[in-house]
């Protein structure tokens, strides 16, 4: 189980969903009402970001192809159905192996760090309803100040994530297995109270931004972390009033024994996906088929 919740997707009950929050700060000042355009739910859990309006992008690891053939299926974008034409999956992604429910999270580190977590999904029609989001060309992320999005668990810096906040019941799973044979739709994490949170980019390197969760006089007025079931929330930064993508939600760093750490504590330290370092990836798919 430890090793679903690396991946920010683990199975647990339904709650009111969202990042990691300062324990100091009213919880629903880090609420969102209106959902960013750019933000679209993946199948099951986790979410992904329109970048052009033929594509959306998210970590290869929020595509279940173990469990769903996403070919031809439906998917809707900020209230307009959609359906998914093609799945690219980065050539140097590589699943976890191994049971990681104890021990030593040295080796688990290693491939989460070696491995290229990136994905792009073509939607069969356009979309014209709203603009897709910019992405970040540069390679100066360290600093910036960035603004983060999520469904996944809640949980403050003192108490870490609260386990029955981390995503849909065995029960949820259970169901589609019956109604996946007479319905295309598999249910998502749209119903989930989306929240936002703020932090600071302490490490660009290679494929990676790191960013470490503060408490006290070192934290943001809405400092916060990503949780389990946060994968493919956007980070972005603004550019004057115009948001720009720079990373998407992916895993994060584990000191310590796998069976007894708590994800989400004040000092733990989140992983995105560096967006800019897949620039020439993403323009070669895009171009190429668009």
Known sequence: MKYLAIFLLIFASFQNHAVVKRHDVDPDLYKVNSIPQFYVDMPFQGGSVLIDKHWLLAPAHVIYTFMYDYQDKPIMVHGVENQIAQIIIHPDYKKV????????????????????????????????????????????????????FGRGAIGTGITGEE?????????????????????????????????VY??????????????????????????????????????????????????????????????SYTLGKYGSTAVLTRVSYYQDWINKHINKLN
């Not at 916060?224 to 009033?241: K, V």
């Open 163 to 195: 386990h029955d906040s981390e995503g849909p019941s065995l029960t949820t799973y259970a169901w589609y297995q019956v109604t996946k044979f007479f319905s295309d739709w598999a249910f998502t994490q749209d119903d989930y109270q989306m929240h």
């Open 97 to 148: 192996e191994g049971d990681w429910s104890e021990g030593d999270p040295a080796p688990l580190m290693e491939q989460l760090n070696n491995a290229k977590d990136i994905a792009l999904i073509r939607l069969s029609k356009p979309v014209t309803h709203i603009q897709p989001i910019a992405i970040y060309e540069g390679n100066e992320e360290l600093g910036m100040e960035i603004t983060g």
């Open 198 to 259: 703020n932090n600071v980019i302490t490490e660009a390197k290679a494929h990676w931004l790191r960013f470490t969760f503060e408490q006290g006089a070192d934290a943001l007025p809405l400092e916060g972390t990503i949780g389990s079931g946060d994968s493919g929330g956007a980070a972005i930064i603004y550019q004057g009033s115009t948001p720009v993508l720079v990373g998407l939600a992916a895993w994060r760093e584990i000191e310590g024994d796998l069976e």
